[in-house]
């Protein structure tokens, strides 16, 4: 069985929560027979073609962007070839550009896609894209939603409910790294015994600057970790709040982020906008058993963390109210740790990447008849 996956980015280029899906689901589904490839569009000048983790990555040189889309023509031609040797193809949305090569490609074997995001901001891209978006809906086989909140809730997938199902995010414990006990060290004394953790891509839709607004009342140690588009303007906000108490420490290794979600109190995720459709590190912060503080936008984020059981749950933009949820966590440490466990053992209940890859193999070969 080899299923192609078609993506925007991907590993060793970008690390986001999409690209960690990805991964997780090739290693994952390896296990049960199923040979993955991934196309995808690099900027780099390094090699076309590199072996991760056992799945074949195949890095299509980026031409240009128009509103945040790549393009490259190498990649429709790539596609086509890939796909004659697929049983299944796995497409990821959004990403304007795939649909269309989609169709430029001719394809004509079974195939998914994994509905990651509604479009949210680019209303105008949205306006010129819809017919593309609906066409290439209709002509998949199967739509994945990733929660039955996002099912619920998005007019998209509402539209194409009789095609779609649910198959929620998982993540592989197993392949995250151990800290040493130096790298440990280090983060303590960088951080100090107790802190709340934020990591994730700093984009507009992840709240950050709600959340900065917050610690313009509060004194508790905040530890941001990525990097992003928005970075200097959230930095220079900080600046401007006096905020001493927030550290930004960007983009890290995978072991100095274990390392934090491991030392944390708790995760504040303050993502405010549907573009969140599910949020990795929340996840991760569940798996690591900490308790967590999110916003509700109706997608996968209250899938995972539901209020007053695994952590609490604001309504969205509102710094008042987020600052207030990190007040009772900080104050009430027993009711804290006991939220952390609850939140670990949902996650071995519903999210493991074990569960994620045995539903799609099923799903793959239910596809290739």
């Known amino acids: 069985m080899r299923v192609l996956h078609f993506y925007k980015t991907y590993y060793p280029d970008t690390w986001g929560g999409i690209e960690q899906v990805i991964r997780q689901l090739c290693v994952g589904t390896s296990r049960l027979g199923i040979h993955n490839e991934v196309l995808t569009l690099t900027r780099d000048s390094g090699p076309r073609q590199m072996e991760i983790e056992g799945h074949t990555v ?97 007019p998209v997938l509402k539209r194409f409910q009789h095609k779609t199902r649910t198959i929620t995010y998982g993540l592989d414990k197993s392949i995250y790294p151990r800290p040493s006990d130096s790298v440990r060290q280090q983060w ?84 405010h906008l549907r573009s969140e459709a599910f949020g990795i590190s929340l996840l991760e912060g569940a798996m690591y058993g900490k308790p967590m503080i999110s916003s509700e936008i109706g997608t996968g984020t209250t899938y995972i963390n539901i209020d007053n059981d695994t952590g609490l749950v604001v309504p ?20 804290a740790a006991e939220m952390g466990r609850r939140a670990e053992a949902r996650y071995w209940e519903l999210f493991t990447a074990e569960t994620m890859a045995r539903n799609y193999a099923e799903l793959y070969r239910e596809l290739a008849g």
Not at 61 to 84: D, K, M, N, V, Y
Not at 196 to 204: E, I, K, M
Request: a positive charge; one cysteine or more; charged letters at 20%.
């Open 188 to 271: 303590r004394a960088r951080c100090g015994e107790r802190f709340f953790l934020f990591v994730g891509v700093l984009r507009y839709y992840k709240g950050l600057h709600i959340l900065l607004d917050a610690m313009a009342k509060l004194d508790y140690p905040v530890v941001i970790v990525g990097a992003g588009p928005i970075e200097q303007e959230l930095k220079q906000h900080a600046a401007r709040l006096g905020l001493t108490h927030v550290l930004f420490v960007g983009a890290l290794e995978e072991e100095d982020k274990v390392a934090l979600l491991e030392l944390s109190y708790a995760m504040v995720f303050p993502s």
């Open 58 to 154: 195949h890095r299509m040189p980026l031409a240009f962007e128009i509103a945040s889309t790549g393009f490259s023509f190498a990649a429709i031609r790539q596609l086509a070839r890939l796909a004659r040797e697929a049983d299944v193809i796995h497409y990821h949305f959004p990403w304007p550009f795939m649909d269309l090569a989609h169709f430029m490609a001719r394809i004509k074997k079974p195939s998914l896609v994994t509905y990651h995001s509604d479009i949210v901001r680019q209303k105008n891209l949205l306006r010129v894209y819809g017919p593309l978006k609906r066409q290439f809906l209709r002509d998949v086989d199967v739509i994945v939603a990733t929660s039955p909140n996002y099912m619920a809730s998005s």
């Open 316 to 335: 969205p933009d509102d710094a008042q109210a987020l600052g207030a949820a990190m007040r009772t966590l900080w104050d009430n440490p027993e009711r």
